[in-house]
């Protein structure tokens, strides 16, 4: 019923967090894991995680916002897997700042990752997508691309973008059975929300109606739903998984 069993995913930033949760429970449904990340260690170590699921999974070194890597990458997966059904744009990475103390390379590596990675991986895959009339598409957004935040503004517009890029991309394949969607995440309980002080966190807490923070698993779901078959009529829209953060 879900259609997700046998069907090849790729997922980027897959060596912890989000990525991680994505890959195992996709894993757990019979999905095979293109496991990508900067570093080989935590990718290997998912891919070890998705064979204990009982999936198959592949772990590939890739810097997302290399767009020569990502090409060499996703030829490598298509020699590892005759077919990608699924693409979940997921690395990303933060470097907080008041916009007045920002230096250019804070405001270029964040777009440069979370921005162009996206745009990297969705030029590389969807050609090949085309010529098989499927595809699956999930970038990873952020509630703070929807709402702004103080000392973020290069992660903002870097997940602003991935929405107008997401949307367009849905427009543009959806002849060819090709959805893209984004998700925007609240406050998911992360290596990347860990190093907030006390204060922060008190103060973001109070944000959420659910009163609680969310988890990798808690995003996965969305994913899921997404790339299966229950999924099937939804494109170019933004699904928030935030405790209730933000209502529109
Ligand atoms: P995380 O724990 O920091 O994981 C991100 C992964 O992406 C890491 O394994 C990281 O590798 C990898 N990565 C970084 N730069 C990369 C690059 N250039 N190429 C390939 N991989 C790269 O973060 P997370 O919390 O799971 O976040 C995952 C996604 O969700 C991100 O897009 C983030 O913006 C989004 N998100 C998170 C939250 C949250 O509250 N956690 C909320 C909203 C949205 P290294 O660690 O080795 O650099």
Not at 24 to 35: F, P
Not at 57 to 68: E, H, I, L, P
Not at 105 to 111: G, K, M, Q, Y
Not at 185 to 190: D, E, R, S, V, Y
Request: hydrophobic share 45%; with cysteine; aromatic share 6%.
């Amino acid at each position: 019923m879900l259609g997700l069993d046998g069907k090849t995913a790729v997922v980027t930033g897959a060596g912890q967090g989000i990525g991680r949760e994505i890959s195992l429970l996709l894993a757990e449904y019979g999905t095979r894991i293109a496991a990508v990340d900067v570093k080989p260690d935590g990718i290997e170590e998912t891919v070890s995680l998705v064979r204990e699921k009982g999936s198959e999974g592949y772990a590939v070194t890739c810097d997302v916002s290399d767009y020569d890597a990502v090409r060499e990458c996703v030829a490598g997966v298509l020699a590892w897997s005759d077919q990608v059904h699924f693409l979940v744009n997921n690395a990303g990475i933060t470097r907080d700042n008041l916009l007045l103390r920002m230096s250019l390379d804070e405001w270029e590596s964040v777009l440069k990752v979370n921005l162009t990675g996206t745009f990297n991986f969705t030029r590389a895959l969807t050609r090949h997508m085309l010529g098989k009339r499927y595809g699956r598409i999930v970038n990873i957004a952020s509630v703070i691309g929807v709402m702004g935040n103080a000392g973020q503004s290069n992660y903002a517009a870097s997940k602003a973008g991935i929405i107008g890029f997401t949307k367009s991309v849905a427009r543009e394949f959806a002849a060819r059975n090709i959805t893209a969607n984004a998700i925007a995440p609240g406050f998911i309980a992360t290596a990347m929300t860990e190093a907030l002080p006390d204060d922060k966190r008190g103060e973001m807490l109070r944000m959420i109606p659910l009163g609680h923070f969310g988890t990798g698993r808690d995003v996965a779901h969305v994913v899921l739903f997404l790339l299966s078959e229950l999924g099937s009529y939804v494109t170019g829209q933004v699904i928030h998984c935030d405790g209730g953060m933000v209502m529109s």
